[in-house]
């Protein structure tokens, strides 16, 4: 069975400073990976995804995450924060081998963002 | 112009009072999910549907039912409602036919439960 940590459960940040959420996982077979963005009372938005080829995966709004597969980590980084970026992101793992798509989510970080 | 659509956007039912929740979609996808997130905590899938076909999570109570009439529509039937199924239900879209594809969330439907 895979699994997914979220390392920190609540990350307060300054207005214009960098941000990263930290993500690993663990799985017996191959994954794909996710950050979700969740806005307060609204459903998951997609932030981007890692399927194949160049680690580096670049997303809405300005993020960017780098799969790791030797250390089995996704981070999620944003140079320079907005007051908007203020919500809970999660991250979650799909197995390759998994025809539907279901999605296993790590518990969310709560980014907040402050003047 | 949203692709999944969860009506309605709170809910708010007693112990005990059958609640039911739905979903429709316009991306004509094969595949919804139901998921349920409750305070602070990860979505955690309820079960799923691929075209007609039912599948379960081995965790989900009996007390949680679903029906999908139809491509575009999908309701999530909580029979007894009891004080810990208030949560956030998360209702979500996918196609199968390629590599991870993403999924399609709604908004959602906070249900309470007094």
């Known amino acids: 069975a895979q699994s997914v940590t979220q390392l920190d459960s609540q990350v307060p940040v300054f207005e214009e400073a960098p941000v990263e959420l930290r993500c690993n996982y663990s799985?017996?077979?191959?994954?794909?990976l996710f950050w979700y963005v969740q806005y307060p009372n609204q459903g998951l938005q997609l932030l981007l995804k890692?399927?194949?080829?160049?680690?580096l995966v670049k997303g809405i709004n300005g993020f960017e995450a780098e799969f790791n597969k030797s250390q089995t980590s996704f981070h999620l980084r944003k140079p320079s924060v907005h007051i908007s970026d203020t919500a809970e992101y999660f991250c979650a793992v799909s197995l390759i081998t998994d025809s539907w798509g279901k999605l296993q989510f790590g518990a969310g970080t709560q980014v907040v963002v402050t003047p | 112009d949203a692709m999944v659509i969860q009506n309605p956007r709170y809910q708010v039912t007693q112990f005990g009072k059958p609640v039911t929740l739905s979903c429709s979609q316009t991306l004509n996808h094969n595949v919804m999910y139901w998921y349920q997130q409750k305070s602070s905590q990860a979505p955690k899938l309820l079960f799923h549907y691929y075209d007609k076909d039912f599948n379960n999570e081995a965790d989900t109570p009996d007390n949680f039912q679903s029906r999908r009439p139809n491509t575009s529509f999908c309701f999530l039937d909580i029979r007894s409602p009891g004080l810990g199924d208030a949560a956030m239900y998360l209702c979500?879209?996918?196609?199968?036919?390629?590599?991870?594809?993403?999924?399609?969330f709604g908004s959602g439907t906070q249900l309470s439960v007094l």
């Open positions: 890692y399927l194949s080829g160049s680690t």
């Open positions: 799985s017996s077979v191959s994954v794909y």
């Open positions: 979500a879209t996918s196609q199968i036919g390629g590599f991870g594809e993403k999924l399609f």
